[in-house]
């Protein structure tokens, strides 16, 4: 009885010491696991100021978008105006032409 006390206590001893060992491990992974969390969550942080800044880009794309095709429309009214004038100019000669023959 007495030797079966001494292995059980032996056992006891070393499951108990054991224990401490995975406690001490748990804790440790359990620091590394709250140091990646951190760099994750100041990564996610930087992702989306990044985001936000890239949106506010595009919405300024956006508008310098519509800006220069109103320009264009503005371009296009120019020309086509221009063609006319010289459409008539053209007809005018044409008529002088006529008349001086």
Do not use: H, N, P
């Not at 620091?31 to 951190?38: D, I, Q, R």
């Amino acid at each position: 009885a007495e030797a079966a006390r001494g292995a059980v206590d032996s056992k006891v001893a070393s499951l108990t010491e054991e224990r401490d060992a995975l406690k001490l491990e748990a804790g440790a992974i359990g620091e590394k696991l709250g140091a990646v969390l951190s760099e994750v969550e100041e990564k996610l942080l930087a992702v989306g100021k990044d985001g936000d800044a890239l949106s506010k880009e595009v919405a300024a794309l956006g508008t310098e978008r519509a800006a220069l095709r109103t320009k264009v429309a503005q371009l296009e009214g120019d020309v086509a105006r221009a063609k006319g004038a010289a459409s008539k100019a053209g007809d005018a000669g044409a008529a002088e032409a006529v008349v001086f023959r």
